[in-house]
T-cell receptor
């Protein structure tokens, strides 16, 4: 298997700008997850998809965040009107189904100036 | 409230000096306890899943065990390449992973 791929690896933007990240899961993995990780902390769950359906959202996912997974393949995470507190590593993971382990990509590091 | 606590926060070992990392959890409806390794600037790498008390899994110098309240990651005769942050996570009935803050392991040659 090729692993989970995330793009870009790093993103620097000014406060108030919109940003979009992309995640390509492992082929044939039905579940796709987004997490956020800040320095010295473990990843925190944001949302997950079963195929193209977004089934759960964390309360961390404010209305400035939106995630999509069209056609059940790759996923995008958009943050509108970025704030300083959005600076973090955004991690994507995928799994074959609910009973299989989640495999993570190397993340997109977002820095807000 | 679901809680996963890892200790110690940081651990320095001499090469060959065995030790254990602790993960204590308080979650409702545990559906698996996961261990991951994370290198700086990288995503977590899956190591083990444990489902029931008494279960053990091994991989090279690592062995994970599970009780009803804790999990341990035993590292036998560690090498410098074992240096990383080790994360444990509880999978709850909600299907997402609830992570601890990790133990940062440094193995000195």
């Amino acid at each position: 298997d090729t692993g989970v791929s995330q793009d870009p690896r790093h993103k620097i933007t000014k406060r108030g700008q919109n940003v979009t990240f992309r995640c390509d899961p492992i082929s044939e993995h039905n579940r796709l997850y987004w997490y956020r990780q800040t320095l010295g902390q473990g990843p925190e769950f944001l949302t997950y998809f079963q195929n193209e359906a977004q089934l759960e959202k964390s309360r961390l996912l404010s209305d400035r965040f939106s995630a999509e997974r069209p056609k059940g393949s790759f996923s995008t995470l958009e943050i509108q009107r970025t704030e300083q507190g959005d600076s973090a590593m955004y991690l994507c993971a995928s799994s074959r189904d609910a009973n299989q382990p989640q495999h993570f990509g190397d993340g997109t590091r977002l820095s807000i100036l | 409230e679901d809680q996963v606590t890892q200790s110690p926060e940081a651990l320095r070992l001499q090469e060959g000096e065995s030790s254990s990392l602790n993960c204590s959890y308080t979650v409702s409806g545990l559906r698996g306890l996961f261990w991951y390794r994370q290198d700086p600037g990288k995503g977590p790498e899956f190591l083990f899943t444990l489902y029931s008390a008494g279960e053990e899994k091994e991989k090279e110098r690592l062995k994970a065990t599970l009780t009803k309240k804790e999990s341990f990651l035993h590292i036998t005769a560690p090498k410098p390449e074992d240096s990383a942050t080790y994360l444990c996570a509880a999978k709850t009935g909600a299907n997402n992973l609830f992570f601890g803050t990790g133990t940062r392991l440094t193995v000195i040659p």
